[in-house]
């Protein structure tokens, strides 16, 4: 066993051998992989940004940066839990893997349709502001079908890392991203409107994940081909572990899409780009916690017994990598905005500096929620996401009523905090008390 003396060291290779044993632990593996992925998809994202704030008006860049929340929420309501199924339990499904990735699949799948008709039936009442541009019905039906796409899309990332192969998410999203970009000034041509940002996000995301469900996924689950079915033994496998999760799950994502169809509503359009983009910049930071610790509840899958030991090794790679990136984007936040226009740099710095700050709560309490999902402790990640929903929710809208944008990053900081406080206090204990048993 390793000694905590050991295990708490920064990780330094001193030669070539060292680096290659490093690269090869499935932890670190998998987490570089994701991290790579994200960044992908963050960096393209944010030059995407970009080029949407240079072509087109900021009014157009606020509804499609909100239309996309849109289908970031809906895509969370729709996956029910089963992305965390897959990756809990696919491990050692052997030969019901197959069934399992298609019957997740099907259900997420139908279950988008249903929600995006409810949404766009219910668009007058929770957020009348994209009324008029669903009226046309081409955005209409397009909405739908991305709805589809935004919904299987994390779960056949999470396919791919339950089978320790993260580089085909990571290629997948590459390809996103490559024809993203070169979509987006195309379609500014044809369409001077949101809808040529939307469409432009949707079709990219589309081509990338039938190459991924067609090409990649069945390489690591040998014999796999996509069909519509839905296998009740598979359902009863793993129903309570994902419907646990999908109410988790629900409480923990919605905060981050909601918060765009708060803004567009009540500061308006331009408040809503702004929020956005500084978003899209912090989402390339958050890449690092949550990278690192979907491996850290991967490997838990596949072996429980590792989870003490790579939760210390987690944490060193967290700090190696986090700390630094923070301090570096407190300098240069204004200078980034800038890169988007004048107005973007005036009215998001401070925003972005104080969400920043908050990836230091935000990743202590994703840490306390992987174990618990490890250790199939359901009741402890519902009550935490619960709480981080009403905390930063909360909070978000009372300080934006009174002080505006930067409101909603001091509203986000602090509801964070409230809750990784507790749970930071709670963490140091069991380290200083459990390790002692494994030495």
């Not at 008006?57 to 199924?85: C, K, M, R, Y």
């Not at 081409?138 to 779960?155: D, E, H, K, T």
């Not at 994502?253 to 359009?269: D, F, Y």
Request: aromatic share 12%; with cysteine; glycine share 6%.
């Amino acid at each position: 066993m390793l000694k905590k003396s050991d295990t708490m060291k920064l990780w330094i290779p001193k030669n070539r051998k060292e680096l290659k044993q490093h690269l090869n632990d499935p932890l670190f593996k998998n987490s570089y992989f994701l991290m790579a992925s994200t960044a992908v998809t963050s960096v393209f994202g944010f030059i995407f940004w970009i080029l949407a704030a240079r072509f087109y008006e900021t009014a157009d860049v606020g509804l499609a940066s909100a239309i996309i929340a849109a289908l970031g929420l809906l895509a969370i309501f729709s996956n029910l839990g089963l992305g965390i199924g897959l990756i809990r339990f696919l491990p050692g499904a052997k030969d019901k893997g197959n069934s399992m990735i298609n019957t997740c699949f099907t259900l997420s799948g139908l279950a988008s349709i249903v929600i995006a008709l409810i949404f766009l039936a219910g668009l007058e009442f929770w957020s009348p502001a994209l009324l008029p541009v669903f009226q046309h019905p081409v955005f209409f039906a397009s909405f739908i079908f991305f709805a589809v796409v935004w919904a299987l899309n994390p779960l056949i990332s999470c396919a791919f890392l339950a089978k320790r192969s993260t580089e085909f998410t990571f290629i997948q999203n590459a390809i996103a991203s490559f024809l993203k970009l070169a979509l987006i000034i195309p379609f500014a041509v044809f369409f001077s409107s949101a809808f040529g940002i939307f469409a432009s996000a949707g079709m990219a995301m589309s081509v990338a994940l039938l190459v991924a469900i067609f090409w990649f996924l069945p390489k690591v689950q040998q014999g796999y081909f996509p069909l519509p079915v839905v296998q009740k033994e598979v359902l009863n496998e793993i129903s309570h572990y994902s419907g646990g999760n999908y109410i988790a799950r629900i409480f923990l994502e919605n905060s981050p899409l909601i918060l765009p169809l708060m803004v567009i509503n009540i500061l308006g359009a331009e408040m809503s780009a702004y929020l956005y983009i500084a978003w899209s910049i912090i989402a390339i930071l958050t890449v690092i916690p949550t990278s690192i610790f979907n491996s850290l509840f991967a490997e838990g899958s596949n072996a429980e017994e590792t989870l003490l030991i790579n939760t210390k090794k987690s944490l060193k790679l967290l700090l190696l990598l986090l700390l630094p990136a923070i301090i570096v984007l407190l300098v240069i936040a204004d200078k980034m905005l800038l890169l988007f226009g004048q107005a973007y740099s005036q009215n998001g710095t401070l925003l972005l500096r104080i969400i920043a700050v908050s990836i230091i709560p935000y990743s202590i309490n994703y840490l306390y929620i992987t174990i618990a999902r490890v250790k199939m402790d359901i009741s402890s990640v519902i009550k935490v996401s619960a709480a981080l929903t009403c905390f930063t929710l909360g909070l978000c809208y009372f300080l934006m009523l009174n002080i505006g944008l930067p409101g909603i990053g001091l509203g986000w900081l602090a509801g964070q905090s409230i809750v990784a406080t507790p749970i930071a206090l709670h963490l140091l204990w069991r380290y200083y008390s459990l390790p002692k048993l494994s030495e």
